[in-house]
């Protein structure tokens, strides 16, 4: 497994992700990043906000998205995410995994699921990108 450190000055630092481990092997494909939970992270029911959750969520799917982007393709950008949300979290570290559904030369689209840190799911997510190519 193979980890990279996120810049910090972009979204995923300013929610507290600071690295991402890529899976071994182009078969396997997956990301996985850990989210402490902080104060800022909390809604006013004091259970972590959604968007904290999303936000793990998919920028584990893009990491792999952009990972896993065909020769000469440009970028991607996301035509559609879905949340479930099974349950909450309040303290320690969520986890985060992504892996592959479809890899394509047009679309990908990618599952994740966030745990909690007894290792309860707290939510599934699915997107779905558009791969960008040069204009001629």
């Keep these: 497994m193979t980890s990279e450190r996120l810049p910090a000055g972009q979204f995923p630092g300013l929610l507290g992700i600071e690295s991402v481990s890529y899976g071994d092997g182009a078969e396997d494909g997956s990301v996985t990043a850990e989210l402490p939970i902080r104060g ?53 570290t969520l986890t985060g995994t992504a892996v592959p559904v479809h890899r394509g030369r047009s679309t990908q689209l990618w599952d994740a699921t966030v745990t909690s840190e007894d290792g309860r799911a707290v939510a599934v997510f699915r997107c779905t990108q558009l791969v960008l190519w040069p204009r001629d």
């Design 40 to 92: 800022e992270h909390f809604a006013p029911n004091g259970f972590v906000h959604a968007a904290a959750i999303v936000g793990l969520a998919d920028t584990l799917c893009g990491y792999g998205c952009l990972a896993s982007l065909p020769e000469g393709a440009t970028g991607f950008t996301t035509i559609e995410l879905k949340t479930n949300f099974l349950g909450a979290a309040r303290e320690g």
